[in-house]
């Protein structure tokens, strides 16, 4: 109650809010009943990836497979679309799953078939998207949702939920599933795997989304909406 009062208090008298997507200005206007039009948004971005000289890691499978990327916060919900890729026969590489088991779900809820990375550097990430026949996206709630834009600027295939800002921040390059609709999911799976030029198809429109989203464009908005001119437009 006390943050909330106290950032309804501060956003009212703030000048602007920036946040990073439409739904996150949604969800505050929502919650804090600040109208809309004092929100900025200045997108994340996944731009700095095409730097990384891809590594591959030693964990890497020979087979083909999917890619996870996220911790075992409860709302990332991970082990139940792990269990079902692994259950169906696909090789599944989860990244990132680690942390407090007070705050997070067990590891062990996990499928003992993934092949479990935990972190990994830029480089080892950027071969896994890079090689990967997709990346599996299952989260219930992101305020942005940088993983499938890491995905598609890299030319990997998205099939991610259709939960909060995720649709946005995709767009119409990715496959989309109900979180909590596993035989769903496993449904987009064989449409990637079955139909003609769909795989390529989302590598294509990937790149395109990914290019709608850079870290110099929303930092010059972030400059101007502070009332700084960015260096090299005096």
């Known amino acids: 109650a006390f943050y909330r009062v106290s950032y309804s208090i501060l956003g009212r008298w703030a000048r602007h809010l920036i946040t990073v997507s439409h739904f996150s200005?949604?969800?505050?206007?929502?919650?804090?009943?600040?109208?809309?039009?004092?929100?900025?948004?200045?997108?994340?971005a996944a731009d700095a990836l095409t730097a990384v000289e891809p590594t591959r890691p030693d964990l890497a499978p020979d087979e083909p497979f999917y890619?996870?990327?996220?911790?075992?916060?409860?709302?990332?919900?991970?082990?139940?679309?792990?269990?079902a890729v692994s259950e169906s026969g696909r090789t599944v590489v989860v990244v990132g799953a680690s942390g407090n088991d007070q705050v997070f779900s067990q590891a062990a809820a996990l499928s003992p078939k993934?092949?479990?990375?935990?972190?990994?550097?830029?480089?080892?990430?950027?071969?896994l998207y890079r090689n990967a026949r997709g990346l599996i996206f299952p989260s219930r709630y992101e305020g942005?949702?940088?993983?499938?834009?890491e995905a598609q600027t890299l030319g990997c295939p998205v099939i991610t939920s259709n939960a909060a800002s995720l649709p946005e921040i995709?767009?119409?390059?990715?496959?989309?599933?109900?979180?909590?609709?596993?035989?769903?999911?496993?449904?987009?799976?064989?449409?990637?795997?079955?139909?003609?030029?769909?795989e390529s198809t989302l590598r294509e429109r990937?790149?395109?989304?990914?290019?709608?989203?850079?870290?110099?464009?929303?930092?010059?908005?972030?400059?101007?909406?502070?009332?700084?001119?960015?260096?090299?437009?005096?």
Not at 74 to 79: G, Y
Not at 114 to 127: C, F, H, K
Not at 220 to 226: G, R
């Open 25 to 44: 200005a949604r969800e505050l206007d929502d919650v804090l009943g600040i109208r809309s039009q004092k929100f900025v948004v200045a997108g994340c």
């Open 67 to 83: 890619l996870m990327v996220g911790t075992l916060a409860v709302h990332k919900n991970l082990p139940a679309p792990v269990r």
């Open 114 to 127: 993934a092949i479990v990375a935990g972190r990994l550097s830029d480089a080892e990430l950027a071969w």
């Open 144 to 149: 942005f949702g940088l993983p499938p834009l």
């Open 170 to 198: 995709a767009g119409d390059a990715a496959l989309y599933f109900d979180p909590d609709d596993m035989p769903g999911l496993l449904a987009q799976l064989d449409r990637l795997e079955s139909e003609a030029g769909l």
């Open 206 to 234: 990937g790149l395109l989304n990914a290019g709608r989203y850079s870290w110099e464009a929303s930092a010059e908005q972030i400059l101007e909406t502070v009332g700084i001119t960015p260096a090299g437009r005096d």
